[in-house]
């Protein structure tokens, strides 16, 4: 029998993570011949992750460079993969998400005439600048593709609303919960020392990203003050700030937290370092996507610190609540959670709406049944 050839296509970390068990679960499976290609968009945190998870790239294109422009990173994705796309002719590519890396990639594909496989199809906002540029780059990969892996329900019901073909579309759990599972562990050591030394049983400890692009000035100016607010009034919180390196994060952040001696901040952490402090802290504040996915898998609360989610199963499901970008709600909500046990145990034990941690499995038995395997 002749192998279905599937290029997986990804360059950023949040992608290496979630694709990472599909990999690995399509070349554990003898009907397809699976190859790697990295466009490198990051390329040091991207890297981390493939160690860890001893993946080694088919093709690298190694993009990445100071002060890339989206219009860069798209038109040089196209006029990269182009000769590979040709060389190899792969039956199906697969792109992960929304970033730019996924978006460029799906649309050289469309222009080879391959079929496109979308995994984590079908989050939306409805409000095409937040997140910016991942709401339009995924509302426009699901127009170009051919087979959507929804993590939920209410990912494929967003899908059907735009014309979709249902039979296109097969809801899977996030493959986010599968690397999840692989990586955290009771007995971790962390490489970071400082990790090491947080008495996580009688510290509260909060752990806090803010990295996007919308929350850059004065959002972040109240996202910090309310971290400065909540470590002073609660002596027993402390605080874990992995920053991420744009430079105007740094400008805000340091002024405000930096003379702080419960709030640490650290540069960004390998993905295994991540999710173990994410196990062990006590509640999670995030602009993140995939941390809303992720934190309550590990029955920790998150506090979402943006306006709008295009995850809204995780609000209905009472994992994560909205917190804004207002610093009064955000002190509000935060410490609410602080003071009021049933409240906090009530999101702890809320089920997890992303999976179970058996979506590269139903993927790949998914893109089987697309081939008539």
């Known amino acids: 029998m002749k192998k279905i050839k599937i290029m997986i296509l990804f360059g950023t970390r949040p992608e290496a993570i979630k694709m990472a068990p599909l990999v690995i679960a399509l070349k554990k499976d003898p009907r397809f011949q699976t190859l790697v290609t990295l466009t490198a968009q990051h390329r040091e945190m991207l890297d981390q992750v493939l160690e860890l998870f001893s993946i080694t790239a088919d093709y690298d294109l190694n993009l990445m460079k100071p002060g890339q422009t989206l219009s860069y990173l798209t038109a040089s994705i196209l006029n990269e993969l182009k000769p590979i796309l040709a060389a190899e002719a792969p039956d199906m590519i697969l792109v992960h998400g929304d970033t730019t890396t996924a978006f460029a990639a799906a649309l050289s ?12 199809a079908g989050l939306r906002t ?7 540029p991942e709401e339009m780059n995924r509302t426009l990969i699901s127009q170009l593709g051919d087979l959507h892996f929804c993590p ?3 990912n494929r019901d967003n899908l059907i609303r735009e014309d979709i073909p249902q039979n296109q579309i097969i809801i899977t759990g996030n493959t986010v919960i599968d690397a999840l599972l692989m990586t955290v ?15 996580y049983q009688n510290r509260r400890v909060i752990l806090l990203t803010s990295h996007r692009r919308e929350n850059i000035g004065v959002p972040m ?13 609660n002596p027993d919180v402390e605080v874990v700030f992995p920053m991420h390196p744009n430079p ?6 340091l002024p405000l937290l930096a003379d702080l001696d419960r709030v640490h901040i650290l540069a960004p952490l390998d993905y295994s370092q991540m999710s173990n402090l ?8 995030t602009d993140s996507g995939g941390i809303q996915e992720e934190a309550p898998a590990l029955g920790k609360p998150v506090v979402v ?8 199963e995780a609000v209905t499901a009472g994992t994560v609540v909205m917190g804004g970008v207002d610093k009064n709600d955000i002190i509000r909500i935060t410490q609410q959670l602080l003071d009021d046990p049933d409240a906090y145990q009530t999101m702890a034990h809320a089920v997890n709406p992303y999976g179970d941690g058996k979506t590269s499995h139903r993927i790949c038995t998914a893109i089987a049944e697309y081939f008539n395997l």
């Open 109 to 120: 594909a469309f222009y080879e005439q391959i079929p496109i496989g979308h995994v984590e």
């Open 126 to 132: 409805k409000n095409k600048y937040s997140p910016y």
């Open 152 to 154: 939920t329900v209410g």
């Open 185 to 199: 562990k009771a007995d971790y050591h962390f490489e970071n020392p400082l990790l090491n030394t947080i008495d």
């Open 221 to 233: 100016e109240h996202i910090f003050s309310a971290i400065r607010e909540l470590v002073l009034a």
């Open 248 to 253: 105007l994060i740094a400008e805000t952040a």
């Open 278 to 285: 994410m196990g062990r802290a006590y509640l999670v504040l």
């Open 305 to 312: 610190l943006r306006h709008e989610t295009e995850r809204p």
